[in-house]
């Protein structure tokens, strides 16, 4: 099992920036697919239906194997597993600029969303083994941020590039680069410990069953997906919104609005993961956070350019706070906590994106059959009505007392000791 504080200021620092990096090349082939989407389909003859199902083959890759991810990680380690799904991911995403029809494409990217879920909760699981309790938070926040800097940079880097080249080099630059990070990382990010044994089914079962039981786990996840949807739909279906409310809009300024979101959820990150290290009860900062955050999603049909301005700041910043909250708690809950934790955010992040996707399907369905008034309402409802489940997030004990905050022991050399939750 990784020791934390095995390595220095320094070393931390390196191991931090490695992940960082990586965070965001990851990011950056999430979304510069999307960035060239209509080149796609005019070069492979797809239709609009087809190029959904290349998006949705990514995110059924990246949903299918969260869990798979995180049994690995506790049969071959973090570290491993975090190396390999680089790997993973770059060559699919890489093969995906040869792809010669559509149907090829999504299976590239089917295999891309693999190599994703591979990297996310082992990649987050080698915070904790580099990071004491108490001083994880803001690291969390900052690999948070991470996607939001690299998916802002594959919509336009990936735009950019296919307009000047072609929507091949915009797909091959992703995969590249994320070879080369695949090559460079093991520099990055040093062992801690001894690689942990391999363990037989048997035991990767008995470690798992707690997981999967957990009703925090559980509660955890079901009450964020509607947020996740929420802050989905905002993101992805407002230039849509806006040419239809708004037709006197250029597209520039309806795909700016977004972007402003993309761009404060970067220091809402680590600002989240600080709060939540220093909050008595962190589901209270995500009750908080995601109640305010529902009820803005609730304006945007209602507000005038200049507000909405500010409510999509004030998004991005609340959406960069949830999310690093939500990813710091099961790193004090007992089922989840240490070699277990990969585990545990697979199962949550899993849960999130087939409950998060789904709704946001059904977003774009009442946006298209009834409007976007109703279906903003839609996603301000499924974002607050789940928000109660937290309360059954347990606490010390397994009660419903809510996190501790884990204290300095001793005058000097404060040490934070885990937090049970």
């Known amino acids: ?18 992940l960082l990096l990586a965070r965001i090349v990851y990011a950056f082939n999430w979304y510069n697919v999307g960035a060239v989407l209509p080149a796609i389909g005019l070069h492979l003859g797809a239709s609009t239906f087809q190029l959904g199902l290349v998006l949705g083959a990514f995110l059924l890759g990246a949903g299918l194997f969260q869990v798979p991810a995180g049994l690995a990680a506790l049969r071959w380690g973090n570290r491993t597993v975090s190396l390999f799904a680089l790997l993973l991911m770059g060559s699919f995403s890489l093969a995906s600029a040869f792809a010669p029809s ?17 990297f996310f909760a082992p990649a987050l699981g080698l915070v904790t083994s580099y990071y004491p309790a108490g001083a994880r938070g803001p690291i969390i926040g900052l690999y948070n941020a991470g996607f939001s800097i690299g998916s802002g940079a594959g919509l336009f880097g990936g735009a950019l590039v296919g307009a000047v080249y072609g929507w091949p080099f915009a797909l091959a630059i992703g995969g590249v680069v994320l070879l080369a990070m695949a090559a460079v990382a093991p520099f990055g990010l040093p062992r801690v410990s001894s690689p942990p044994p391999r363990r037989p089914l048997r035991q990767l079962w008995d470690a798992a069953t707690p997981i999967f039981a957990s009703r925090s786990i559980w509660a955890l996840s079901i009450a964020t997906s509607g947020l996740w949807a929420a802050f989905y739909v905002a993101a992805n279906y407002f230039t849509d919104f806006a040419d239809a409310l708004h037709p006197d809009w250029s597209i520039a300024l309806a795909a700016g609005i977004p972007t402003i979101m993309i761009l404060f959820e970067v220091p809402g990150g680590p600002i989240g993961g600080w709060l939540g290290e220093r909050a008595t009860q962190m589901r209270r900062v995500l009750l908080l956070w995601g109640s305010v955050s529902g009820v803005g999603v609730l304006l945007i049909p209602f507000l005038p350019l200049g507000g909405l301005i500010v409510l999509f700041g004030f998004l991005g910043f609340a959406d960069g706070v949830v999310f690093a909250v939500l990813y710091l708690i099961p790193s004090y809950l007992p089922e989840s906590h240490g070699e277990s934790l990969a585990l545990g955010l697979a199962f949550v992040n899993s849960i999130q994106i087939f409950l998060g996707s789904a709704l946001a399907i059904l977003f774009g369905y009442l946006a298209g059959e009834v409007g976007y008034a109703a279906a903003w309402w839609f996603a301000a409802v499924i974002a607050l009505s789940p928000l109660p489940l937290l309360l059954w997030v347990s606490g010390r ?20 000791p885990d937090r049970p939750a």
Do not use: H, I, N
Not at 106 to 114: I, N, T
């Open 102 to 118: 559509w149907e090829l494409l999504a299976v590239c990217r089917f295999g891309a969303g693999a190599g994703a879920a591979f």
């Open 397 to 416: 004990g397994g009660d419903a007392g809510g996190f501790v905050r884990p204290r300095p022991k001793g005058p000097r050399g404060a040490r934070f």
């Open 1 to 18: 099992m990784s020791v934390p504080g095995q390595l220095d200021r320094k070393g931390r620092r390196q191991a931090a920036a490695t």
